[in-house]
């Protein structure tokens, strides 16, 4: 059985939304970090914002060490109630009532790792319905000062227990939670 691992940039005031502000942290290290989990993972679980903008971005990405060939063969799960159709090897999941269920599934579908990168409006719904096994908060060393929270006021409570960090040169550091009592 498969966790959901969800991953997520952050800068130090909390904004997750447009990552742009990560690429001056990005290095080869990073490159390393991202590939070990992107391989870790049997299947990418995403919303459709984060869906949309990959869609755009990875379907024409090569690269030497496999990273592009492995982001674009293996299977997306969309959570949307919106989009009608699919592409990019991706499958269509309309959440809402019952994504729990659905969730369940792709945990029993696959042996590792589900991994969700981005998709704040998603892992907001997955934390609210005790759905993710690891939480990777990976932090850059920079306020951006406006833009979308992961968790923003009004956010119910949820306690998570530290489960590893991880820091890079470049300042960035990666926080691993696992919810309590888990």
Same mark, same amino acid.
């Given at each position: /059985?498969?966790?959901?691992?969800?991953?997520?940039?952050?800068?130090?005031?909390?904004?997750?939304?447009?990552?742009?502000?990560?690429?001056?942290?990005?290095?080869?290290?990073?490159?390393? %970090?991202? &590939?070990?989990?992107?391989?870790?993972? *049997?299947?990418?679980?995403?919303? &459709?914002?984060? %869906?949309?903008?990959?869609?755009?971005?990875?379907?024409?990405?090569?690269?030497? *060490?496999?990273?592009?060939?492995? /982001?674009?063969?293996?299977?997306?799960?969309?959570?949307?109630?919106?989009?009608?159709?699919?592409?990019?090897?991706?499958?269509?999941?309309?959440?809402?009532?019952?994504?729990?269920?659905?969730?369940?599934?792709?945990?029993? &579908?696959?042996? &590792?790792?589900?991994?969700?990168?981005?998709?704040?409006?998603?892992?907001?719904?997955?934390? !609210?319905?005790?759905?993710?096994?690891?939480?990777?908060?990976?932090?850059?060393?920079?306020?951006?000062?406006?833009?979308?929270?992961?968790?923003?006021?009004?956010?119910?409570?949820?306690?998570?227990?530290? !489960?590893?960090?991880?820091?890079?040169?470049?300042?960035?550091?990666?926080?691993? %939670?696992?919810?309590?009592?888990?």
């Amino acid at each position: /059985m498969s966790k959901i691992v969800a991953l997520v940039y952050l800068s130090l005031d909390g904004v997750m939304e447009n990552p742009a502000w990560t690429g001056p942290y990005f290095d080869e290290e990073h490159g390393a %970090y991202q &590939r070990e989990r992107l391989f870790a993972s *049997d299947a990418l679980l995403l919303g &459709r914002e984060t %869906y949309e903008g990959f869609v755009k971005a990875w379907p024409g990405m090569t690269d030497e *060490d496999g990273f592009a060939d492995r /982001m674009n063969s293996m299977p997306k799960h969309v959570v949307s109630t919106t989009l009608e159709t699919t592409e990019w090897n991706a499958t269509l999941a309309k959440g809402g009532d019952d994504l729990a269920q659905e969730v369940a599934a792709l945990k029993e &579908r696959y042996e &590792r790792d589900v991994l969700v990168y981005g998709s704040g409006a998603l892992i907001r719904s997955l934390v !609210a319905e005790g759905l993710v096994d690891e939480l990777k908060l990976w932090i850059h060393p920079v306020v951006v000062g406006e833009g979308k929270r992961l968790f923003p006021e009004g956010t119910g409570m949820s306690q998570w227990t530290p !489960a590893g960090t991880r820091t890079f040169s470049s300042g960035a550091l990666i926080l691993d %939670y696992r919810p309590s009592g888990a």
